[in-house]
């Protein structure tokens, strides 16, 4: 994998239900994966920074886990809700603090 | 944290024109970066703004079409030059505090969202 890939391009759940995206990226030269969340019309929020081998991340309902030998991290929300509607996107660092972008995962939660 | 204010936050331009988006940013910052992205596309680095010198270009962009400045630690200017509808793009200032090395989380404007007809 030569950029970051993010699957599915586009998701829409109900409120209630859990769901969660992959962020795949290339495994050597690692050095942070980091997740956003860009709502429309607001700034890309960041969500989470993952720098380590089977890091796992928890904010609220929303969860990452880090897997950097294989190249792939998940980012969970649970019991999703409307307000959590919104582009996921994933970047990995790729030194000189510069950050690559996947081109993320769009998510529609219906009331 | 650091909170973003870009202007225009949307403007629709004409062919050949210029246009240029102001970054201004509530505390001081290590860093400055502007990206891009074109419909459908990824978030897209187009270079590091660097305080009282040149910016620092990522492959594919050029001063001549994107002349940036940064004055101060806390503003910077990005000109879209001579303008095609293919730079019909949303326009996000980032900023990065610290000197955490590859692992600080950037934070960003709300966009500026141009136009060219």
Known sequence: ILNVEQSPQSLHVQEGDSTN??????????????????????S???????????????????????????????????????EDSATYLCARNTGFQKLVFGTGTRLLVSP | SAVISQKPSRDICQRGTSLTIQCQVDS?????????????????????????????????????????????????????????????????????QGLAANTGELFFGEGSRLTVL
Request: glycine share 6%; charged share 15%; net charge positive.
């Open chain 1, 21 to 42: 995206f992959t962020c795949s990226f290339p495994s050597s030269n690692f050095y942070a994966l980091h997740w956003y969340r860009w709502e429309t019309a607001k």
């Open chain 1, 44 to 82: 890309p929020e960041a969500l989470f920074v993952m720098t380590l081998n089977g890091d796992e991340k928890k904010k609220g309902r929303i969860s990452a886990t880090l897997n950097t030998k294989e190249g792939y991290s998940y980012l969970y929300i649970k019991g999703s809700q409307p």
């Open chain 2, 28 to 96: 001081q910052v290590t860093m400055m970066f502007w990206y891009r992205q074109q419909p459908g596309q990824s978030l897209t680095l187009i270079a590091t703004a660097n305080q009282g010198s040149e910016a620092t270009y990522e492959s594919g962009f050029v001063i001549d079409k994107f002349p940036i400045s940064r004055p101060n630690l806390t503003f910077s200017t990005l000109t879209v030059s001579n303008m095609s509808p293919e730079d019909s793009s949303i326009y996000l200032c980032s900023a990065k």
